[in-house]
């Protein structure tokens, strides 16, 4: 039962991904609360400035693993550094973000421990659990929250008996916050070779092709998003037109998504992306849970819906009762007064 360990993902080599930044402010609450060290893993090449990166967080101790060969990211080098790791440091709680090498790498590095995954959880607290079956009671474990059932409840799982307890965690989910600005911890820098088998680098990575993002609704101050409730993809230019007024991004519910409204890379909510703007404006949104959960954060919510007993509207600061179709060009209309006059 020694410490808590959080897996840095690596973007462009050597720059560490925001959901990793998030996870080690999460990590560091976490450890505090248990009394132990926050230990951070950075498995690739050229890792000089990793260090400067995580360090503010309140990283005790950070695991080098450089070797040109490790880099771009395949599974199995990289799983066999987790594993062997893990074996040796035996960490209590190990997180790892919930992208597509969180997903990849996460479940293959518990199964080779025997051990539990929780994937794409919402919540992470430390508490106690008694098992009602064999009475059996453990403390200081980690609870992992998230919604089930179609988001109808919010399950929480907990892994009373086998360690690392594992969870991945999507980016935006956990609040990103630097602890000191001159935390110094401890770098240690491994020998590859001694966890890693010729045989893992089988598989050669020739080339690779990184589609960046159309948009930038992580980022976005104002976001207009819409739902199932906005009708049709004509509907949803209206949207575009006023989230370019305000500067503005849009996103979209899942039943959008899947109406064909809107591309698949502007959802938000559970299966999506979690935004946290300063204004929040969801058009024909109903706001199920799957919803709510990626936007509940922004600083302000406005609402229009056609339904006065919406459960958006339980949430949102402002709500208009009408159709998206007539409120909306309303609002694009008298924001150009005001921004033009």
């Known amino acids: 039962m020694n410490n808590l360990f959080v897996y840095l993902e690596l973007q462009d080599g050597s720059r560490v991904a925001e959901v990793s930044l998030e996870l080690l402010t999460k990590g560091r609450a976490l450890a505090c609360e248990l009394g132990c060290a926050l230990e951070a893993v950075a498995v690739g090449a050229g890792l000089d400035g990793v260090a400067e990166q995580v360090m503010p967080y309140g990283v005790d101790v950070l695991h080098l693993f450089d070797d040109d060969a490790l880099y771009p990211y395949t599974t199995l080098p990289h799983a066999a550094v987790l594993t062997k790791l893990f074996e040796e440091e035996k960490p209590q709680i190990a997180l790892l973000g919930a992208t597509a090498i969180g997903r990849d790498l996460g479940p293959r590095v518990s199964s080779a421990l025997h051990g539990g995954l929780t994937a794409d959880c919402t919540a992470l607290t430390i508490g106690n659990y008694t098992d009602d079956k064999t009475g059996k009671h453990y403390e200081n474990i980690l609870l992992q929250m998230l919604p089930a059932f179609g988001g109808n409840i919010v399950a929480t799982i907990v892994n009373p008996e086998h360690r690392p307890q594992m969870a991945t965690v999507r980016e935006g989910v956990m609040k990103k916050e630097i602890l000191d600005a001159n ?151 008298y924001y150009k007064m005001n921004s033009h006059g």
């Not at 976001?223 to 509907?235: D, H, L, Q």
């Not at 503005?248 to 999506?272: K, L, N, P, Y």
């Not at 402002?318 to 159709?323: D, N, P, S």
């Open 183 to 333: 935390y110094q911890g401890r770098v240690i820098c491994h020998d590859v070779k001694e966890y890693v088998s010729e045989a893992d680098f089988v598989v050669k990575v020739i080339e690779r092709h990184i589609e960046r993002a159309k948009h930038n609704l992580k980022g976005a101050s104002v976001v207009v998003a819409g739902g199932y409730g906005v009708g049709s993809r004509e509907n949803f230019n209206l949207l575009f037109d006023l989230a370019k007024e305000l500067h503005g991004e849009v996103g979209a519910s899942r039943a959008a998504v899947d109406a064909g409204f809107v591309e698949h890379d502007r959802m938000i909510g559970q299966t999506g992306l979690t935004v946290r703007p300063k204004l929040y404006i969801a058009c024909g949104i109903s706001g199920q849970i799957q919803h709510t959960i990626g936007m509940q954060d922004s600083a302000v919510i406005v609402s229009v819906n056609s339904d006065p007993e919406a459960p958006i509207n339980a949430i949102a600061d402002y709500v208009i009762t009408g159709r998206v179709e007539e409120v909306v060009p309303k609002m694009i209309k």
